[in-house]
């Protein structure tokens, strides 16, 4: 069975399979994994509050020691690590912090790539539904329902903000031309001139 593709449907494939973008949903992956972990496991539990900490001074530290790139990653994976133990030593599903999980998703479109939200929604589904109490109520895993909702808005607002990106560094490049374009007319006028006399 062959399968056809549009040239619209190809670039959407290789977008959403960059290397980049997979090593990103893989590296916070790793972080929800390993926080489902230590929430689940009773002795690093009781020091979540030292962990939370931890990870904001290693946050600060690292904006002076790492390249804009690497930090970025950095950046979102502590970011989801230190959302995902508060929301989840403050109740779970049922805390009242859980919407920190809905800014997180659009603040990580923007931080890294649009693509991430869509991974790390049903990620989110999945942790969530293992760290729920056995008395969890229906309504209360509802809530879950939320993220497949909010994840094409946050995708959507990373692809904008990628876009309006990009077109910033077009025209700072552009600018950049046109003074190099000006230094030369200006220098051949001065040598047309001394030619002239």
Known sequence: MQICYTKKTRVYINFMMSNKTALHIFVLFAGVAATFLWVTTPLLSNYSLQLTALLIISLI?????????????????????????????TGGISSPLFFLNYFLLFALSLLLEPAIPVALAFIFIGYY????????????????????????LAYFAGKIYQKEENQKKEIANLRHKVEELKEELVEEELGSKKITT
């Open 129 to 152: 539904l293992l760290t729920s109490e056995s008395g969890t109520s229906v309504f209360q895993l509802l809530e879950l329902l939320a993220f497949p909702f909010i994840t094409p």
């Open 61 to 89: 530290l690292g904006k002076r020691l790492m390249d804009e790139e690497t930090f970025r990653i950095i950046e979102g994976l502590t970011t989801v690590v230190a959302t995902l133990i508060v929301v989840s030593e």
